[in-house]
């Protein structure tokens, strides 16, 4: 694709932390790698400075407190006012120097309105449907479908989409998701959440670091919500303590469920065998990898988690690390039991004797993480960068 022109800028608004959220930095620093200039509008985490530029971005971050493990009314409260700051900064940063293009990230879908005054000019909107927002709260909050909270964010969802000149999805079964909702196949454009090659680059391959001797490493990176299982893990670990010598837990991630995950560790008696790293930046990931036995990822199953193709098992597969997942639907639909090693969601028990196998068979392990490749070799960051960067291009006319 040919560079843009100089002055092409484009602003990614995302109600996440930067540059923890990968999806967002992968994209904005794919279209700066093409030659525009980009702004991304996003959470001010603790720490942070309100605005810095890092590899080429510039970083713009709105004083908005993140709730979470709040209650529903408490995330719309902060959607709300996140959408009013970026709504204001947005255009004081478009009348000083025009965008081309403005992409949103969900959730919330309210927040593609923001961009009501651009939209009306001309600019181009994409959404990104990064998460299915009425499911994430189904999930969270334990909603009804047909409660009135759902409605309303299922309501905002088709409105979103409607007003978008673009709608981008994670994969297929998400892609059937949303065409059952209304979107028409010309509105959307798969971008799937793998790896950034730059991600595996480095430590994939010969030479790639292994456990310490004597130690059987288990990695689990993301997240630290109770959907996502960490709980079932830490339990599946601790029935394993006397079966597997040197074994060790190395936990990396954030989030409202990590006191209770580090409470169960430590009335486990299991402080010499889990390990709680907290949430480091993207680059450190590939090295705990790299040293890692096998890669876990123990998500619990309902109506979000079963529209989720966990970022974490691509970079585990991208890597060559022997999986282990829970057998959820959109994990299925694209991995096999010769390929990652399925388990029934929730079943400590499996999991358990999945993790003993892997310990006792070292060998059926990597040769079932070198089927897995296959996933890479047909879904990496630089075929969905292609689809991505020529939506761009089409939408911005470069």
């Not at 990396?252 to 907290?278: C, E, I, K, M």
């Amino acid at each position: 694709m040919m560079s843009p022109p100089a002055q092409e800028r484009v602003c990614i608004i995302s109600h996440s932390g930067y540059p923890f959220e990968t999806r967002s930095r992968r994209m904005a620093e794919a279209l700066v790698g093409c030659g525009y200039k980009v702004d991304v509008i996003c959470l001010r985490l603790p720490g942070q400075p309100a605005e810095e530029a890092l590899n080429g971005v510039r970083l713009i971050r709105l004083p908005v407190i993140r709730h979470q493990g709040a209650g529903a009314l408490v995330y719309l409260r902060e959607y709300s006012s996140y959408f009013a700051l970026a709504a204001r900064q947005l255009l004081r940063l478009h009348r000083s120097h025009p965008y081309r293009l403005v992409q949103v990230h969900n959730p919330p879908d309210a927040l593609a309105f923001c961009t009501l005054p651009l939209k009306l000019a001309g600019t181009p909107v994409i959404v990104d449907l990064r998460e299915l927002t009425p499911e994430l709260f189904m999930s969270r909050f334990r909603l009804a479908r047909s409660g009135a909270v759902v409605r309303l964010l299922t309501l905002f969802e088709r409105w979103a989409c409607a007003y978008a000149n673009a709608v981008i999805v994670l994969h297929e079964p998400h892609r059937q998701i949303m065409a059952g909702r209304g979107v028409r196949a010309g509105m959307m454009t798969q971008v799937m959440n793998c790896p950034d090659d730059r991600f595996c680059a480095s430590t994939s391959g010969a030479g790639m670091p292994a456990a310490p001797d004597g130690q059987f490493v288990v990695l689990y990176h993301g997240g630290m919500l109770e959907r996502y299982g960490v709980d079932l893990l830490v339990e599946a670990v601790g029935r394993l303590r006397g079966a597997i010598p040197g074994l060790r837990l190395e936990l990396y991630g954030a989030g409202d469920f990590l006191p209770r995950v580090q409470a169960q560790a430590s009335a486990s008696d299991l402080g010499d065998v889990v390990r709680f790293h907290g949430q480091r930046p993207l680059e450190e990931i590939p090295a705990a990898i790299a040293a890692a036995s096998v890669g876990v990822v123990p998500m619990r199953q309902d109506v979000f988690t079963d529209c989720v193709l966990p970022t974490k098992l691509l970079e585990y597969v991208a890597m060559g690390l022997p999986a282990i997942a829970s057998r959820t639907h959109t994990t299925a639909h694209y991995f096999d039991d010769t390929m990652v090693a399925l388990f029934a969601p929730g079943a400590v028990d499996e999991l358990a004797a999945l993790l003993l196998a892997n310990y006792r068979e070292p060998d059926a392990a990597h040769a079932q993480a070198g089927r897995a490749k296959r996933f890479t070799e047909l879904h990496n960051w630089r075929g969905q960068t292609q689809s991505y960067l020529n939506l761009v291009k089409r939408l911005t006319g470069a």
